[in-house]
């Protein structure tokens, strides 16, 4: 029995939007391991194993899953089975990528998705007998656009992180490490709502000041400033992805007025969103406040990234990217400020670029919150 989140139409729509735009990339055929792009056309999840499953595709191309036969009947639960993809099953023993090339046919372009690995790639290459390239520029742009049923996933996944976030003070205290308090937030992932927990990032004091700090066995102390950076899949296998800074006990008040400024230029980039604007545009807006009040340099990251089956996807809120906004992308809007041997902040939400701009998934409260102290 299918347990797809969206009807087999929605991925029949996909994969007829892949390969027109591989027709127009001038692309052959399109060959999607495992990972992200295959869950997002097919429902297809997991990780690429040393027996290969690829879905190959393009414009001329019937599309097929070649797969271990092993993996079958998994294979008839996803939207291949409710749409009758052609299958080309295989044993240990024989040859997977001749099977590949038979799907592809004769082929002078071929794209790969970047989660295939090498130990793929190259014998996939050698059957077809010509250089491969990388399919992101095609398959990123059906991904890019997210339409009505995916944006109200996001919303879910959203509303679970923003209760997960309000929850945070019942267990964020000083004498606590963040090992501990982490635990207590992936429970909470889970029973608000989420399938799986995909990150928890506990950050107090000093250690707030590594953005991709995770968890220690640090224990909290008074007056500490901590960065909580949460997100899960929902069901359906869309992410959350939020972060919101707290204090134990009275904040420094230099510190409560550094991460004002940080709060001012979230909202500025939030409103910079419209479609039309650039991504370096959006960078541009949350930098510029930063830089105006002193603390462009403790800003060591770029302001954001899309967001749907994977938590970093395109587009990427960064300095340089001109890509222009389109109705329907959905990203974070995540401004940060270190400040080494210190302490760190950073203020994160999903935006929507809708007709009349910017639409937050996160509203819970941006601002530094005090919690409790033993």
């Known amino acids: ?24 990339a001038g692309i052959d055929a399109v060959i999607v391991g ?24 393009g ?10 036969r092993m993996e079958l009947a998994k294979l008839r639960t996803t939207a291949a089975g409710e ?8 044993v240990d023993g024989e040859d997977p990528y001749a099977l590949v090339g038979e799907a592809a046919g004769a082929v002078a372009r071929v794209g790969v998705s970047d989660a295939l690995p090498a130990l793929h790639v190259i014998p996939i290459g050698e ?26 996933e996001l919303r879910r996944a959203g509303d679970a992180i923003d209760a997960v976030h309000r929850r945070v003070p019942e267990w964020l205290r000083a004498g606590r490490t963040e090992r501990e308090v982490a635990a207590d937030i992936a429970e909470a992932i889970v029973a608000e709502g989420h399938r799986t927990v995909e990150f928890v990032i506990v950050g107090s004091g000093p250690n707030g000041a590594d953005p991709h700090h995770e968890v220690s066995d640090r224990v909290i102390e008074e007056g500490d400033v ?40 979230q909202q500025a980039a939030v409103d910079a969103v419209r479609p039309g604007a650039t991504a370096s545009e959006v960078d541009a807006a ?51 400020i270190y400040f080494a041997g210190e302490w760190g902040a950073r203020i994160e939400d999903i935006v929507v670029v809708t007709a009349e701009g910017g639409q937050r ?9 005090s919690v409790g102290s033993d």
């Open 83 to 90: 749409l009758g993809i052609r299958v080309a099953d295989w």
């Open 127 to 152: 059957r077809l007998g010509v250089r491969l390239e990388l399919a992101t520029p095609v398959l990123r742009e059906s991904r890019m656009i997210k339409d009505a049923e995916e944006i109200r």
């Open 34 to 57: 495992p990972g992200p792009d295959l869950q997002y056309l097919l429902g297809v999840e997991g990780d690429t194993i040393e027996r290969l499953t690829a879905l190959v595709l």
């Open 286 to 336: 949350a930098r510029t406040v930063l830089d105006e009040a002193g603390l462009g340099e403790a800003f060591l990251h770029r302001t954001g990234h899309g967001i749907g089956v994977s938590v970093h996807e395109e587009p990427y809120i960064a300095p340089g990217n001109d890509l222009v906004l389109r109705e329907g992308m959905a990203f974070s809007i995540e401004p940060g």
């Open 1 to 24: 029995m299918s347990t797809l989140p969206f009807p087999a139409s929605v991925y029949a729509a996909r994969l007829a939007d892949a390969a027109t735009l591989a027709a127009e």
């Open 59 to 68: 414009p001329g191309v019937t599309p097929t899953v070649v797969v271990p």
């Open 361 to 369: 998934l996160n509203v819970a409260p941006h601002g530094l919150t």
């Open 226 to 265: 901590v960065v909580v950076d949460i997100g899960g899949a929902v069901p359906s296998g869309y992410n959350s992805d939020s972060t919101r800074t707290y204090v134990v006990g009275t904040p420094d008040p230099a510190a409560a007025e550094r991460i004002g400024v940080l709060v001012r230029a």
